[in-house]
């Protein structure tokens, strides 16, 4: 996720670039940079940090009418000057931003250095512009050179570029990275996201996939792929800026929630090459697999819920030892580690102190390591082994859910991957494949219980406790479905076993008590359904969360998952349990982006 401003017309651009950046800071801020036009050149200022930095760089009194500009998430290469955008060609006469990834950027870089190109940049996006001024440098035509670089890219893109060739012209691409085009008195300007431009106009176009467009001064062309003219359709937006930054939502959780199925679709993007996994960082660890002979999985609050998923699909999957250790604890529990242990650790921020210090404590008794992080360039990304990314974007409400649901995609992933290198064949696996690819439209799917979910959360209302009970792959669900309710709503929750319900905390159970069952695993379901109905004897009002087939007539609130392999589910039922957190918090009129005593980022031990 990244931001890109543009801007053509007769008042200077530099005003609306730094105001639509600043606007745009939510999807990114790791580092900022712009490029401004003039007839004789380019002039690109670019920085590592916040776009105050690049506030400082820049003088008061540029008055050039045409320039674009980036703020940052890194996803390929770390956070620094060089990596920061707008990306230059060697003559400095094309400028480029972009947000998006360029999955075959490698092939790409191989082809255009045999041209004789230079690569200043760890980014797939240098090629873009390398790819534009090398068809220019065939036909001077821009035009044609950008729909010829747009049918070289696998991935994602929304690019904005400016040349010396013609210092009032911005082109612009779309392809499953948002760009959004506006018009009004003082010029032309474009954007990832409505809010940048809400200061200017209401009147806004979302560009659709396969578009391109060319802006002038006061003018705006569209076109297709094959460069065909396509009518303009703008669309009037009500919102204020402040609301449109959070999606029109009322909390960045709430937007967050709902970006799911495009980060799940962007985490697994290059992943799969037919049944073959595709992660290669962890090939070029080059590590004596067959060595491993236990593996562990640390991480802190909600990151270590998915450690308990991924450590019971790996045992699963590959039949092997392995465990999961809350960071917290790791240090002080003499851990049986050494260097036939693979640690696996995981971490949103990539700077938790508790992870940070257990993987210090791992290096230090020879443990191969690997990160899934979300924050590139991180303190955990650049200590361990190998680091996969979750693409998450940045994660702005306190309360983790879309790195949450990237986490355990990308970690089944990852022991897909464990499981292939390890030789062992994963049952069923082009199933499971056929299915993760379906992931985005089935939470997508999932999202449309919303209604339910906001009546059923008013059942809290009056509520001190809530429990969620589960099975399995169920259970790491129950653990996160309480720790969500608990951060954003103060309703105190505990998670339990089903079976271990009627060991103790049944005691609890009485008329009116909500209890959240999760029964997504068909081979253990029934045996689930025996425990709810113990406390449906007792009086609870249960909220059933299961997959299509199960029979569950005597249950009054029951929501079902879409149909998939069980392994899956518990991305679907965290999608439920948060939208139920996000609601109950609402209907007690709780503060849902900062719950009270929580940081972001926890870097003290
Ligand atoms: C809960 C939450 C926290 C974090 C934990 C670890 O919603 O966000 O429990 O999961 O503090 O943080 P990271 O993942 O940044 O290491």
Known sequence: MCGITGFTGKEPALPFLLQGLSRLEYRGYDSAGITLVNSKKLRTWKTKGRLAELEKLLQKDLTQSCGIGHTRWATHGVP????????MNEACTISVVH???????AVLKEELIKEGYHFHSETDSEVIVQLLDYYYSKKPVMKDALIKTVKRLEGSYALCITTIF???????????????????????????????????????????????????????????????????????????????????????????IHEQPDVIRE????????????????????ADWNSISNTVFIACGTAYHACIYANSLYQKYTGKPSSVIPASEFRYCDPNVDEHTLCIFVSQSGETADTLAALKLAKAKGCTTIAVVNVLGSSIARQTDAVLYTAAGPEIAVASTKAYTTQLVLLHVLIL?????????????????????????LTEETLGYEK???????????????????????????LEGALKLKEVSYVHADAYYAGELKHGPIA??????????????????????????????????VILITDPDMDAKEFKYVIRIPKMRPELMAIPSAVLTQLFAYYAAKEKGCDIDKPRNLAKSVTVE
Do not use: W
Request: hydrophobic share 40%.
């Open 166 to 256: 013609e210092p009032n012209t911005i082109y612009v691409a779309k392809k499953e990275s948002p760009m959004v085009l506006g018009q009004s008195k003082e010029g032309v300007f474009c954007a990832s996201d409505a809010p940048a431009l809400l200061a200017y106009t209401k009147d806004i176009m979302p560009l659709q996939d396969g578009q391109m467009a060319i802006l002038n001064k006061n003018s705006l062309e569209l076109f297709d792929q094959n460069g065909k003219s396509i009518q303009p359709k703008f669309i009037h937006f009500p919102y204020d800026i402040q609301a449109a930054q959070k999606g029109g939502y009322d909390s960045f959780m709430m937007k967050e």
């Open 267 to 286: 985490t697994l993007r290059g992943r799969f090459r037919g049944n073959k996994i595709v992660l290669p960082k962890i090939d070029e660890l080059k």
């Open 417 to 441: 991957k464990l499981a292939e290198l390890y030789g062992i064949k994963v049952n069923g696996i082009s199933r499971l494949i056929k299915d993760m690819k379906r992931l985005p439209e």
């Open 508 to 541: 609890l159970i009485e008329k009116n008590t909500v209890v959240i069952a999760l029964a997504t695993q068909p081979e253990i379901a029934a045996k689930t359904i025996s425990n709810i109905k113990e406390t449906v004897a007792r009086g609870a009002r």
């Open 452 to 478: 339910e979910i906001k009546k059923y959360a008013k059942m809290l209302k009056d509520q001190r406790d809530a429990y969620f009970i589960g099975r399995q792959l169920d259970y790491p669900s129950a």
């Open 99 to 105: 947000n998006g990834i360029v999955e075959n950027y």
């Open 80 to 87: 620094s000057n060089m990596n920061a955008h707008p990306h």
